[in-house]
C-alpha cells in the first residue's frame, strides 16, 4: 500500500460525562492512535468501554474535552463540517425513517449527499441487489426485519463513496445470519471502491476479519495491532479439557471460574471446557482443579486475547464483583421434587396476531431442574412463546402446562409458581435495592416477617448493597437486582428475557455462574438470548426462525443436526436456519 | 455557502417532512379536524350571552305604575320574568338557582313616584359575575327603556332634579354578540394550537428514534433543517387560517372590517412565530412527552389564558399584565380583534407586527442553536 497520510489521527483525546451519581467519569480518557487509510479498523470493547463516544467525536457529534482529534487531515475542533461531507456514519440505530420506504430514504441521504442523478440509478440498483432489498423498495423502512434495517441503513450511508466509513456497532441486536451477510457486503466494498471503514464491535469473530484492531476499556486504549499479532498474546495459555461423562460441561466451568488464581476464563463449549490458564499459574494446582481430567492445549484466538486483556486491566477488584455461589449447592443429590415429570410442557402451540403466525405449532418440555435456552433471530417469536410461558399472553390454540397447572385455565395459580426477569429491567430506578424488593416481595404475596426473612437472605446471597439507588447501579448489578427480585418467592422455574443483552463479557460470565448455582440448587430455568455461544451453558436448546420450532435438543445434538458437530454454537445456528429457509423455498417452489 | 446544493438539500428535507407529517394520520387530526371542531364549538357551542334567564319579580307595590315600571322586563329577550309573592320566597329561589335576579318594587314604589325617587331594587348572584353584569344591563335597559317611553310621551316624569337618562350604544360589535370577540379569538387558538403543539414533536422525535444523529453526518446546514421542519406545518396553518375567516364571515357574519390582506400577514407572522416556538420546546426537551407538556404551558394555556382573549389584560393585576406581555400571542389578539372588528388601525399594526417579527428572528436563532449538530 502506498504510504498515505493517515485517515484519523488522534492524540490525548478526552471526554468527560456525569454519570448517573452525578460523579463525572472519563468515557474516552487520553487516547492517542492513527489509522491507516484503505483498512477495515475495529474498535473493540465491552459496552462502556468508549467505542460510542470515540464514533462520535470522530463524525464531530460531540466535542472532545481536550486532546487533538483530525479526521481525513481536517482539524475536527475547528472545521466539524468539511468531515461530515466527506465521511458517512451509522449509528447504533441505523438512522432511517420508519415512516419512509426504502427507497425514500435511499432518495433522502442521495439527495442531501449530492449524489448526481445521472449515477444515482445505477449506484441504488447495485446496493439494492447486494442488500437483497430491491423487492423491498416500496416496503416502509419500519416495517423491515431488525437484518433488513441494519442493511438499508448501510446502504444509506454509501449512497456515494465516503472518503472514511464509520460503523457504530453495526450488528448489534442483529441475528448471525445477518451480521454475516452485512460483513460481506462491506468486504465487497472495500474490495471493489477502496473504502477505509471503521467499525466498532463487541464480536470478536468481527474483529478478527479487520486488518488492526483497537482494544477498549473503560476509556482507555489497552492494545493495537492486527489480529494475529493481538492473539499470539495469549499464545500456551489456552487449553481445552473434555468433563467426566456425567459432569455437565457447566458444572466443570464453573469450577474453574471460581479459581481466578490459576484461571483468566472458562466457557463450555460442545460439551468441553475451553479455558486461559494465568500465566505465572501453578501447574500442580490446575492439576488438581480439573480432577485429573485431561487438559489439551488449543491454538489461541483472538478472544482468549481478548479476555486477558481485559482480566488484566479491570484487575483483582473486578474479581470480587463476580457473586458467591448461592449456599444451597444440591449438585450431588437428587434434584428435590423430581418426579421426572416435565415441569413446563408444551404441546401444538400456535399464536397469531391477526393473519400473522408469530408461533406456529410448537411442541417441546422443559424436565425439571434444567436450564433451557430458546435461541432465534430477532421476530423468531422466541418473545411470544416465553410471554405465553410465563402467562402473560394467552395462547391462540394448543396445550401449554407449567408447573402443573394449566395455563390455559389457572394463569393465577401458575404465576405463583414462576418467577420473570423481563428484558428491561422493571425495577424502581428511584428506589433502593431494598426499597425495591420489598415492593416485589410484596407483590408476589410475601407478608410480615417472611418477607424481611427472604428480603435480608436475597440480599445475602447475591451480595447487594441495600440502601443503593436501583437507578445508579452499574448494568450488571440492576441485572443482578432484577434477578433477586425474580427470586423472592422462592419459585420452581426462573424465566429471564435476554438476560445478557448489552452486558459486558465478564458481567455476563458472572451471570451465568448465578444460573448454574441456581441450577444446581434445583431452580428450573428458562433463558432466552441471542448469543450464540450462551447455548452452551443449556441443558437443552430450541431454536426458532419465522415462528417454527427448527431444532431441539442438547447443543450438541444440535450442532450434529446442523453437520457441523465440530464448529461453534453460532455456525450451527446459521447452518440449521439456511437449510430450514432452503426447503421452504423448494416446498413453494414445488407447489 | 454554495445557492444550488442549499436549495437541492432543502427541498428534500421539506419533501422527507411533508410525507412524515401526511403519513401520520394524528397530526391531520390535530392539525385540520382540531381546528374545525374548534371553529364550531367556539361559534355555536359557546356563548357568554345571557338568554332566557329566570329573574323573580317580587312587586310588593301592585299599582297600576309600579306595573308599567317593569313591564320592559317581560319584553326583553333575554329575560324571563317569574312573578313571586314574597320577597323571602324570591331569596329562596335565588339561592337554590331557580332564578337568577331578584326584582323588587317595594311597597312605596308609586308614592316615592310621585316624589320622583322611586327606587326599584336589583339583586344579583354573584356567583357568575359575567352573568350578574349582563343581567344587571339588561335589567337597567329594559327600566330605562319604559322611563324614556314616558319622557317621550311628553309628561314630565316626576319633578325630579337631575333625572338623567343614560343612553348608551356599544361600538364595534354594536349586538354585543359574543361570537363576534370569540371567533377572531379563535384564530389566535387554532394558530397556535397548530404551530406550537405539532411542530413541538418533530425534532424530538428525532432525538428519540436517534435519526438526528445520521442526519447530522451527512452536509445538511442547521438552518435547512429547521426550515424544512416549519414548510408543510405552515401550508397547514395557512388552510386553518383560511377555514377561521370563511366561517367566521359565511358563519357566524363577524365583519372584516380591516384589510384582508393585513390579516392574512399578521397570521402569517403570528403563525411562524408560534411554529418557531414549538421546535424550540422540542429542540430543547428532546423528548416528545415533555415538549407537548410544554408546549402545552407555555404556548396554548398563555394565549388562552393571558392574551387577552377572554380576559381583558386592562383588570388584570400588574404582575399578570406584564407577564402577558412576554406572551407573543397577546399581541395577536390585539391586532386581529382590531382587525377583524374595527378596521386597519395601521400605528397598532406595525408596533404589534414589529413586536412578532422580533420574535420570530429570537425564536429562529435558538431553534437553530438547538440543532448545532452536536449530540452534548
Known amino acids: 500500500m502506498i504510504d498515505a497520510p493517515p485517515s484519523v489521527v488522534i492524540e490525548g483525546l478526552r471526554k468527560t460525562f456525569s454519570g448517573p451519581d452525578g460523579k463525572p467519569f472519563d468515557a474516552v480518557a487520553g487516547i492517542s492512535l492513527s489509522i491507516r487509510p484503505g483498512t477495515l479498523t475495529a474498535f473493540v470493547g465491552p459496552d462502556g468501554a468508549g467505542k460510542?463516544?470515540?464514533?462520535?467525536?470522530?463524525?464531530g457529534l460531540l466535542r472532545p474535552d481536550g486532546g487533538k482529534l483530525s479526521v481525513l487531515g481536517i482539524d475536527l475542533l475547528v472545521d466539524p463540517q468539511s468531515v461530515q461531507n466527506r465521511i458517512s456514519y451509522m449509528p447504533q440505530r441505523f438512522g432511517l425513517y420508519e415512516d419512509l420506504s426504502v427507497q425514500e430514504n435511499l432518495d433522502l441521504y442521495a439527495d442531501l449527499h449530492g449524489v448526481p442523478p445521472a449515477v444515482r440509478a445505477e449506484r441504488f440498483s447495485r446496493l439494492l441487489a447486494m442488500t437483497d432489498l430491491a423487492s423491498f423498495t416500496q416496503r416502509p423502512a419500519g416495517k423491515l426485519s431488525g437484518g433488513m434495517k441494519q442493511k438499508l441503513g448501510l446502504a444509506c450511508t454509501l449512497v456515494r463513496v465516503p472518503?472514511?466509513?464509520l460503523l457504530d456497532e453495526p450488528s448489534v441486536g442483529v441475528d448471525p445470519l445477518s451480521r454475516r451477510d452485512l460483513w460481506r457486503i462491506i468486504e465487497q466494498l472495500i474490495e471493489a471502491e477502496g473504502l477505509s471503514v471503521i467499525a466498532s464491535t463487541a464480536y470478536m469473530d468481527e474483529a478478527q476479519r479487520c486488518d488492526q484492531v483497537f482494544v477498549l476499556n473503560r476509556g482507555a486504549l489497552l492494545a493495537e495491532g492486527t489480529p494475529a499479532a493481538l492473539t499470539a498474546r495469549a499464545d500456551g495459555l489456552t487449553y481445552v479439557v473434555t468433563p467426566d461423562a456425567d459432569v455437565p460441561a457447566r458444572d466443570l466451568q464453573a469450577r474453574l471460574i471460581d479459581a481466578p488464581g490459576l484461571v483468566v476464563d472458562a466457557v463450555p463449549s460442545g460439551g468441553q471446557v475451553r479455558f486461559i490458564r494465568q500465566p505465572a499459574c501453578d501447574d500442580a494446582r490446575l492439576k488438581e482443579l480439573l480432577h485429573g481430567c485431561d487438559a489439551q492445549p488449543r491454538e489461541a484466538e483472538l478472544e482468549d486475547a481478548f479476555m486477558l486483556l481485559l482480566h488484566e486491566h479491570e484487575g483483582p477488584a473486578r474479581e470480587a464483583s463476580v457473586p458467591p455461589p448461592l449456599a444451597a449447592g444440591r449438585a450431588d443429590g437428587p434434584i428435590p421434587g423430581d418426579d421426572g415429570a416435565p415441569v413446563i410442557l408444551v404441546r401444538d402451540l400456535v399464536r397469531r396476531f391477526g393473519d400473522f403466525t408469530a408461533v406456529a405449532n410448537t411442541s417441546f418440555d422443559v424436565r425439571r431442574g434444567e436450564i433451557f435456552g430458546l435461541l432465534g433471530p430477532n421476530g423468531a417469536g422466541k418473545t411470544t412463546t416465553f410471554r405465553m410461558l410465563c402467562g402473560l399472553l394467552p395462547a391462540s390454540s394448543g396445550e401449554l402446562r407449567v408447573a402443573g397447572v394449566n395455563l390455559r385455565t389457572a394463569r393465577a395459580a401458575a404465576r405463583a409458581r414462576i418467577g420473570y426477569v423481563a428484558q428491561k429491567f422493571s425495577l424502581y430506578s428511584n428506589l433502593t435495592v431494598r426499597e425495591n424488593l420489598d415492593f416485589f416481595g410484596g407483590a408476589y404475596g410475601l407478608r410480615g416477617k417472611r418477607r424481611q426473612d427472604r428480603v435480608r437472605e436475597i440480599i445475602r446471597q447475591f451480595d447487594l448493597d441495600p440502601s443503593a439507588p436501583s437507578g445508579n447501579l452499574p448494568l450488571g448489578y440492576k441485572q443482578r437486582l432484577a434477578m433477586a427480585a425474580g427470586l423472592l418467592h422462592e419459585p420452581e422455574i426462573l424465566f429471564l428475557d435476554e438476560p445478557t443483552s448489552g452486558i459486558d463479557p465478564l458481567a455476563r460470565r458472572a451471570f451465568w455462574r448465578t444460573i448454574t448455582a441456581l441450577s444446581q440448587a434445583g431452580v428450573t430455568i428458562v433463558v432466552t438470548t441471542h448469543f450464540m455461544e450462551e447455548a452452551e451453558y443449556c441443558d437443552r436448546v430450541a431454536i426458532q426462525d419465522a415462528g417454527r420450532l427448527l431444532a431441539?435438543?442438547?447443543?450438541?445434538?444440535?450442532?450434529?443436526?446442523?453437520?457441523?458437530?465440530?464448529?461453534?454454537?453460532?455456525?450451527?445456528?446459521?447452518?440449521?436456519v439456511e437449510q430450514a429457509r432452503a426447503a421452504e423455498g423448494h416446498a413453494r417452489v414445488a407447489a | 455557502m454554495n445557492g444550488a446544493p442549499f436549495l437541492r438539500r432543502l427541498i428534500a428535507l421539506i419533501r422527507k417532512e411533508s410525507r412524515q407529517m401526511l403519513r401520520d394520520r394524528s397530526n391531520l387530526l390535530v392539525g385540520l379536524l382540531l381546528p374545525m371542531g374548534l371553529i364550531l364549538l367556539f361559534g355555536y357551542g359557546l356563548s357568554f350571552d345571557v338568554t332566557d334567564a329566570p329573574v323573580a319579580?317580587?312587586?310588593e307595590d301592585n299599582s297600576a305604575v309600579a306595573r308599567e315600571a317593569v313591564s320592559g322586563i317581560e319584553g326583553s329577550p333575554y329575560m324571563v320574568p317569574v312573578r313571586v309573592g314574597t320577597m323571602a320566597e324570591a331569596e329562596a329561589m335565588l339561592r337554590s338557582g331557580k332564578v337568577d335576579a331578584i326584582v323588587r318594587v317595594p311597597v312605596d314604589f308609586a308614592r316615592r313616584q310621585g316624589q320622583g325617587d322611586a327606587r326599584v331594587q336589583l339583586i344579583l348572584n354573584g356567583l357568575d359575575t359575567t352573568m350578574a353584569t349582563s343581567l344587571e344591563a339588561y335589567v337597567n335597559g329594559a327600566i330605562g327603556t319604559v322611563v324614556q317611553r314616558r319622557m317621550d310621551r311628553g309628561g314630565v316624569v316626576g319633578a325630579g332634579v337631575g333625572n338623567v337618562v343614560l343612553v348608551q350604544r356599544i361600538w364595534f360589535n354594536e349586538a354585543g354578540d359574543s361570537t363576534w370577540y370569540l371567533v377572531p379569538g379563535l384564530v389566535v387558538l387554532i394558530m397556535t394550537l397548530v404551530g406550537a403543539f405539532l411542530t413541538s414533536m418533530l425534532i424530538a422525535r428525532e432525538w428519540e428514534r436517534g435519526t438526528l444523529e445520521a442526519l447530522f453526518v451527512t452536509p445538511v446546514r442547521p438552518l435547512e433543517l429547521v426550515l424544512a421542519k416549519i414548510a408543510p406545518y405552515l401550508v397547514v396553518g395557512l388552510i386553518d387560517l383560511a377555514m377561521c375567516i370563511v366561517a367566521a364571515r359565511v358563519l357566524f357574519n363577524v365583519p372584516i372590517r380591516g384589510s384582508l390582506l393585513v390579516i392574512l400577514a399578521a397570521s402569517l407572522l403570528y403563525l411562524i412565530v408560534s411554529l418557531l416556538m414549538g421546535l424550540f420546546i422540542s429542540g430543547i426537551t428532546r423528548n416528545q412527552f415533555a415538549a407537548s407538556q410544554m408546549a402545552l404551558l407555555v404556548s396554548f394555556m398563555?394565549?388562552?389564558?393571558?392574551?387577552?382573549?377572554?380576559?381583558?389584560?386592562?383588570?388584570?393585576?400588574?404582575?399578570?399584565?406584564?407577564?402577558?406581555?412576554?406572551?407573543?400571542a397577546t399581541h395577536f389578539v390585539g391586532v386581529v380583534k382590531t382587525l377583524f372588528l374595527a378596521g386597519t388601525d395601521w400605528a397598532m399594526v406595525l408596533r404589534n407586527g414589529a413586536i412578532m417579527l422580533g420574535y420570530s428572528l429570537v425564536l429562529l436563532t435558538l431553534t437553530w442553536r438547538t440543532l448545532r449538530k452536536r449530540l452534548d
Open chain 1, 163 to 165: 472518503d472514511l466509513l
Open chain 2, 57 to 59: 319579580m317580587v312587586l
Open chain 2, 302 to 328: 398563555p394565549a388562552l389564558m393571558l392574551s387577552g382573549f377572554v380576559f381583558d389584560l386592562r383588570n388584570v393585576p400588574l404582575v399578570v399584565r406584564i407577564v402577558s406581555q412576554l406572551v407573543p
Open chain 1, 552 to 576: 431441539l435438543g442438547t447443543p450438541r445434538e444440535v450442532r450434529a443436526r446442523s453437520g457441523t458437530a465440530a464448529g461453534h454454537m453460532n455456525e450451527a445456528f446459521i447452518a440449521i
Open chain 1, 52 to 59: 460510542t463516544t470515540l464514533m462520535r467525536m470522530m463524525a
